[in-house]
Every structure is written in structure tokens, then in C-alpha cells.
């Protein structure tokens, strides 16, 4: 039963049946405050259209704090990074999008290809599975979505005029594609290769949650959709003592020993806090990996995907990036050059591309060592079905203009372990699936509580798996399961346990 004296019930949403009163939705008290309206744009200062402030005063001391006593080996590390970049570099500008390791959803389980497949995403933290869903059902997603929108006149988006991304959370191509077991599967799998360093740590990849997120249907033409390179789940986070630095996740970085940054290690990223700025649309949970699944067939150039798969040593750039500067305006030539920048003296408050409540956004004005004009690869053509996967630090952005024949369409649905804050915002995003509203990390407003068409609990309760259930906080975890690890099931427990199930 559920624990009353830590939740209240919603007696309509409890399963009939004869199943488990457990399975119900529960609320714990004091939710955190709901993000303010708006869409896509809000958390994209180049969307938006909102002035540049500088930042407070207080991050320049925080910059001071983070290298102090440090500074000499910080300023050899940026000089070896310069060095590796170029030679990275020149390998992506030679292979452009073959770059990106492939994996067939039904070679999932070929060791061989497995293990080429794990070297290829560790060390370019993006990767393409193949025919995750059948064509057939990634299509008929699609044209029961094209229905919802037409049926629901009231469902926004960006653009506002002519959407191209739009406010739904819920609707049933949604909750069904992340409900699908390959999907699941998927994310399990693809959350499998990072790392653990501690054994006692309350994760487990192997029980994905399910993290609603907007969808992309994007038309031939379009221009206005055109996100730049950027990466999400924070911006001032990743220098922030409260943020990232919660779990030194970027200490090596700061240290000036930038080689030994592993960005595979679950553990350190759990006490994180990615969102201090509560901004409408900032990630505040622990997405290991952010993804779309395909219902269209997309070139590159056709209003896709692009990546960096400079990755590792891309985050460290960045990173390292607001410690230095160049000697002289406009920049030389020879940018690489170790004699052409310097640490700042004094040290400023900026932290490029960094606005509080937004993603962190990169250009070549401001982070000219990446050349993202030549680093930016698109993802290899798609199909429906196939399933795009990028690092959480991974940079990424958007084509500039659509210039195929046909809708460029995709579900984001991305790869979130189950962990103690992911379980709690589950606790939340089940209610505003119940209410039809937007999931909490986004803007808020009415959402889809008066569309037509969408879901009930009870239809979910009744036509997806137990382990669909369990990633959207509908159902117990079985702690008690015979061949459950340890670990496993302390996650599990504690899950349950913030979950309201006893």
C-alpha cells in the first residue's frame, strides 16, 4: 500500500483490476516551483532574442577560486589541449560523418560488434542504432500525431505561427514510444557504457526512467528553427560550486590535468545540480544521454542533427576557455598558437556563451580553437526507426535551413538512469501526466489537459509492460526478484520508497 503518512492518494488514477493498490499516483509535498510559460526558445538566448548582461561579480571570484594555485599547470594543459585539438580536428574534417559509430538494434547482443561499437562512442560520445522501432510503426506514430495536432487547435509550439517544435508532452505517440520494450532496451543499453566507481552508489542503468520531452516536425524551407552549437543541463552550472561542482565532476579539468577527465563516471554526477536557475526548460534531472527517434527519412543538410565529436577534449576547451584570452584583437591567424593566448589577468567574470537559466551556447567568435564551422558533423542519413543518441556534454546544434523534400521528423526521447533525484522527479512529472500538463522541467501553462485523444492512466495502466510502468513511476519496483543484484536492489527500495510504494 501507499505510505499515507508521506503522500495523498488520487483515488480515480488507482489501477482496477485486482492489481496492486500500489500502482497508483501519489504527490509528495513541496514540489519545487513551476517554471515559467514559454517554449523551445526560452532556454536559447539566440532564440529569444534577450540582451547580453554581464555576469555578476561573483563568478569571477568563483573563476579564482577554481584554479588557485593551480594557474602554471593550467596554462601548460590549455597549450597540450590546443595541440590535440588540431589533430583531432584535422581527423573529423577527413571523415566528417562516418565519424559516428553505428550500431543494428538486432546486432545488440553480437559481442564482437558490441565492443567496436563501445570504443567508437567513448571516444566520440555520439552514435546512430539502427531500426530500434519497425518503419511501419515509427510512420504510424507520425500520422497519429499529425491527427492529435490537427484535432487540438490550442497545442503551441516554435514558431508560434508555424511550429516546428511543439509544447506536447503527452500525446499518445509519445507515451507509447517510450513505453516500447526496444526503446527500453535501447536506452539500457546505450546507459551501459559508463562507468561506475563506486559500488554502493544508488544508480542503475539497467531501469531507464522515462523522461517526457517536445517532438520536431520540421518542413522543407524552414529557417527559423535553427538552434547553434550548444550543450544542455546547464550553462554557469559547470563552474558553480552547487552545480557540477557538487560532484567535482570537472575538478581534473580545472586542475589543469584535463587527460584525466573521465566523462563516463556516473557516480560523481549524482550529487549534481544542473538546473540552479529553475529556467523554463533547464534539465534537472541526470540525463546521461539526450536522443530522438526517427519518423522520417532525413539526409544530412535536411533540417538534422548536428554533433561534435571533438567530445572529450571539446568539454575540457570549453571548460578551460573562460580562464584564457587573446594577446591582441582582432585574433591572429594562428590561434593555436601557445604564444597567442593568455591567462586572464585579471580574471573577468565571463563565462562565454553562459547565461544563467540557459544552455551553454558556443560560436566560433567565442570558442575559435573547436573551428565549429569544420567540426560540426551532421548525424548520417536516418530512417524511421532509428534512434540518435549524444554524451550529456556532447555540443550539438541544428541545421540552419531544411533543404530536403520532406518533413524532417523525430520524438526526443532521451537515456535517464534510475537514481534518488530522478525517482523524486518522477514524483512530480506522474502528476502533471495525470493532469496533461507540461512535464516539470518545461514551461508551464495548460498544456494538453484539455486535448482531445490523450491518453488516460487507466488505458496505460492496462496496455503497457510493467517495466513502461516502472519508468514512469506508475509501478513498484519487485526489489525481491530472484536474480537481483545487491545493488540493484538497494536502488530499487529507495526507489519504491520515494515513490510512495511500501
Known sequence: MLASSRVHLRPSLIQRGGLNAARCLATVSGASTPKATGDISSVFPSLSGADFQPLPLRFAELKSRLIRGNEERLKDSWHRLLAELQQEIETIKALGSNVIPEIAFSDLGNVELRTKFRDALHHRGVAVVRSVVSKKEALGWKEILQRYIRNNASTKGFPPENPTVYELYWSPSQVLARAHPNIIKTQSFLMSHWRRRNDDAIISTNLPVAYADRLRIRQPGDTEFTLG??????????????????????????????????PW??????????????????????????????????????????????????????????????????????????????????????????????????????????????????????????????????????????????????????????????????????????DGTPAPDYPSGEGESQHRGRLGTEYVMENISQAAQQAMGLARYNSEQKGVQEAERRVMRRANDILGFV
Open 265 to 434: 563516471d556516473m557516480t560523481c554526477r549524482l550529487p549534481v545540480k544542473s538546473d540552479l536557475y529553475n529556467g523554463a526548460g533547464g534539465c534537472s534531472v541526470f540525463r546521461m544521454f539526450q536522443g530522438w527517434l526517427s519518423m522520417s527519412e532525413t539526409e544530412p543538410g535536411e533540417g538534422t542533427l548536428m554533433v561534435n565529436p571533438l567530445f572529450h577534449k571539446a568539454t575540457a576547451y570549453y571548460l578551460l576557455r573562460p580562464f584564457f584570452q587573446p594577446k591582441s584583437f582582432p585574433v591572429a591567424d594562428n590561434i593555436n598558437g601557445a604564444n597567442e593566448w593568455t591567462l586572464e589577468n585579471p580574471i573577468t567574470s565571463a563565462l562565454p556563451g553562459a547565461v544563467p537559466s540557459s544552455c551553454q551556447e558556443l560560436s566560433p567568435l567565442l570558442h575559435p580553437h573547436l573551428q565549429l564551422e569544420s567540426t560540426m558533423v551532421h548525424v548520417p542519413k536516418v530512417s524511421p526507426g532509428d534512434y540518435v543518441a549524444w554524451h550529456c556534454d556532447t555540443i550539438h546544434a541544428v541545421d540552419k535551413l531544411h533543404t530536403g523534400s520532406a518533413d524532417s521528423s523525430v520524438l526526443y526521447i532521451p537515456a535517464c538512469p534510475l537514481t534518488e533525484a530522478n525517482a523524486e522527479y518522477l514524483v512530480r512529472q506522474r502528476e502533471t501526466f495525470a
Open 229 to 262: 552549437p550548444h550543450v544542455d543541463s546547464g550553462s554557469c552550472e559547470r563552474w558553480e560550486e552547487d552545480g557540477y561542482g557538487r560532484g567535482a565532476v570537472y575538478d581534473s579539468i580545472f586542475k589543469g590535468h584535463w587527460e584525466d577527465y573521465d
